[in-house]
């Protein structure tokens, strides 16, 4: 009898970790790939893409599709020199450019290189929104140019 409950309760728990997976949050690592040694504005779109970016995607059509409580963290790595560093300093809304604030706040702020940001709400009607996202570049420890601009989309489906 008790060998029953037993496998009664590891079934329940089974499924409890099962419908907690489909639901729980997802973590996106969005990585900018810079072309470091020659990069330059205000062609910014010529020296960089994303990692997974498609062919024929330009960098503000690249469109990441996320979910509420999901945790989306941008990073930045150089395509030309492992010395180089790529610190990704900002992500801004783009108000009347991009619909509504999806992260609770009009701007996040890089820590060590990178922008850690939750998704508070959804895009309506399963629109794209802009953001910019601001970055700094640096060859063998000394800052490139001023801040680099690019704008992609993200997309919030469902809760």
């Not at 939750?118 to 629109?127: D, F, S, V, Y």
């Not at 794209?128 to 704008?151: A, E, H, M, P, S």
Request: aromatic share 10%.
């Amino acid at each position: 009898m008790k060998i029953k409950k037993l496998h009664g309760w590891l079934a329940i728990l089974c499924f409890s970790l099962f419908l907690a997976g489909l639901y729980g949050q997802e973590e996106h690592v969005i990585t900018l790939q810079v072309n470091t040694a020659d990069i330059q504005n205000p062609n910014v779109n010529d020296f960089c893409s994303f990692v997974g970016q498609e062919p024929g995607v330009s960098n503000e059509d690249y469109t990441i599709v996320a979910s509420v409580g999901d945790v989306v963290i941008w990073r930045g790595v150089s395509s030309s020199s492992p010395d180089d560093v790529v610190e990704i300093r900002a992500i801004n809304h783009q108000g009347d450019r991009g619909g509504r604030d999806i992260f609770g706040q009009n701007q996040l702020q890089g820590e060590n290189g990178q922008v850690v940001g939750t998704i508070q709400n959804t895009t309506e009607e399963g629109a794209d929104y802009k953001y910019q996202l601001q970055f700094w570049v640096y060859n063998n420890g000394t800052r490139r140019g001023g801040t680099y601009n690019i704008d992609p989309r993200i997309k919030v489906i469902g809760q």
